[in-house]
């Protein structure tokens, strides 16, 4: 039996504050948890919608460290930058805190402290690495060295970017300090894990048995760690940036960003309900999801739980909807690459065009598996379905509307069967919709959505309001009435997806919408809003600002100037509508004779040129990419092979010769046949440069060959030596040649 709950707290994985967001994360998690919220509300659900930036960790040190910054400088750079670019494309966090606050260090630390104290850790010493210059113990990332895999200087102590093999400091040719290039030595360090392997029997139950419901990818992952069985982990590291261990003598130790980051999920929630955040966490009433990207789910499924389990106080996830990766144009999303579309720089070059991208990242969602975004898609999914769908469909009938009723909806005077059969077709999409949308099926709900709006096209193409216009007014009044209904309904479908645009509509029909509660009121905070910009620690709200734009029951869904909250004032209370999730279908959501505003364009034409730019971008940095590549490629050069002795050179009898023939061997691309003085004798060669080479090329050309190679036969000819060349990283042969002009026969070595 379903589990009923009164409330549902939504999580969001924490953006990490070392650079931008970009629309992979968004597709993975932030544009599909926004949807699910924004349905929640409309549906009058109690809801809480929690984020804030992940801040602390080794990255972040290192960035740093490159800049000549402290870390504090990096993430409030980026915590700033993020939060204004959640704010721009309609991200509707009720809070957007962060792991730095005083409030995450003290609850982290708490955290920390009763599971030390309660014994649920292990304590491990083992060997690290350590610097004595810098006098610090080294992660794993302040750790560079020769890889042992492709040879390439500059490899990470956890990775080698050049040829992505996973690595080990102790695996790394000459280790070496990044912080100072001195060399590294090894010392004792204390640490103390969480044993996860104690938690696998409980893990197995609770997943694998209790939540089979649960996406396949997500699922999947979990049972493969989980039959892989878990080892315990660190939760704390030497390093110098995060939370301080809270235990007598482990100075220059701090909570390792795994543990720390996902109880700021707890800390921010605090933050914004001192006095009733507990109600969100630790009662079985309320219903917990993460919406994470497939990167994060062993943290969220696994670790977090075990972590919640072993304090013993908090409830557990009820669903974790992780999507799989966007790729861009084909390729992977890399940001050190510098291939990836980022938010802030989408929003300053597409103003106004925030539902664009909203639409076709849940268009392209890749919930299950990889899906791909490109330009060329982007540009077609705004033009042939916002523009020539939804947005055609609205503007004919309100600009109709005008033309025929002075702006006011008609009343039904000639309704005909077609009428109630188109109205009565909203319902059955409506809760295929819903069906979707508690599923976490967004991409499918989305579909939906935009099926009301072709069907509201379809009967205002079929019914031809301006063609009856002409002789019959009682029947257009009927067909527009029909219309301007689909349009109200229009309003509410697409408010979890389209926030901007659903507004627009919402403002021309002159209809507002219920949308949530703000879970502030009756909270008592210990800072005054004077504080809050003065610490770059602190991130309480002023009153009315902050949480979700829309958290207040409403009938207008416009706002106030210089206000971001919706409002019940004088000046906008002859919005007499309002609209909620249950509306949505009603045959009769806007009275005869309610006045309309003028009518506005949805949405706009994307012109070729507009992504023809972006693509030139993105090809010309993966033009700079690929010669980067092929350089650094060529400057590899293979390891040493193993010693030999001067007795073993001594055997090879290395000598200059000069081409006297040479033609290609029959029915072969790659063999030529050389006839050679060696100064010795005439003998051929048989040697695999045709493709390099022509036989014209190599007439007359003076060569060094191994004289005493055992002949061997090849497509039926002997050949007698090997000539000696040189294999480049770009797979092309050159040969070894005398500088100067030698005698056939002179001896090398």
Known sequence: M????????????????????HIGHLAGVYVPADIYVRYLRMRGEDVLYICGSDEHGVPITIKAQKEGCTPQDIVDRYHRIIKD??????????????????THHKNAADFFRRLYDEGKFIEKVSEQYYDEEAKTFLADRYITGTCPRCGAEGAYGDQCEKCGATLSPDELINP?????GGELVKKETKHWYL????????????????????RSNVYGQCKSWIDGGLQPRAVSRDLNWGVPVPVEGSEGKVLYVWFDAPIGYISNTQELLPQSWEKWWKSEDTKLVHFIGKDNIVFHCIVFPSMLKADGSYILPDNVPANEFLNLEGDKISTSRGWAVWLHEYLEQFPGQEDVLRYVLTANAPETKDNDFSWKDFQARNNSELVAILGNFVNRAVVLTHKYFDGKVPADLMPEAVDAETLAQIQPLKEEMQRYLDGYKFREALKEAMNIARLGNKYLTDTEPWKVA????????????????????LAVAFEPFLPFSAEKLRNILNVGIVAGTDHREGEAYDVIPSEVEESPYLNRYKAGEGAALHTTHCADSRHCENSSAPCHCEEHSDVAISLSWDDLGKPSLLPAGHQLNPATLLFSKIEDEVVDAQIARLEAIRAEREAAAKAAEAAVVTPQKEECTFDDFQKMDIRT????????????DKLLKLTIDTGIDKRVIVSGIAEQYSPEEMVGKQICILANLAPRKIRGIESKGMILMARQNDGKMRFITPQETLCNGAEIG
């Open 176 to 180: 070496k300090s990044a912080l100072s």
């Open 2 to 21: 379903e589990k009923k709950f009164n409330r549902t707290l939504v999580t969001c994985a924490l953006p990490y504050a070392n650079g931008p967001v």
């Open 195 to 214: 044993p996860l392997d104690q938690y696998e029997k409980w893990l197995s139950e609770w997943i694998l048995e209790g939540h089979k419901e649960w």
């Open 657 to 668: 010769a000069t081409v006297l023939e040479a033609e290609r061997v029959p029915k072969t």
């Open 470 to 489: 002409k002789t019959d007014m009682d029947r257009t009044a009927s067909i527009l009435n029909v219309s301007l209904q689909i349009c109200a309904s």
């Open 85 to 102: 670019s959640f704010t721009g494309l309609g991200i509707n966090f009720d809070i957007y805190s962060r792991t730095s606050s005083k």
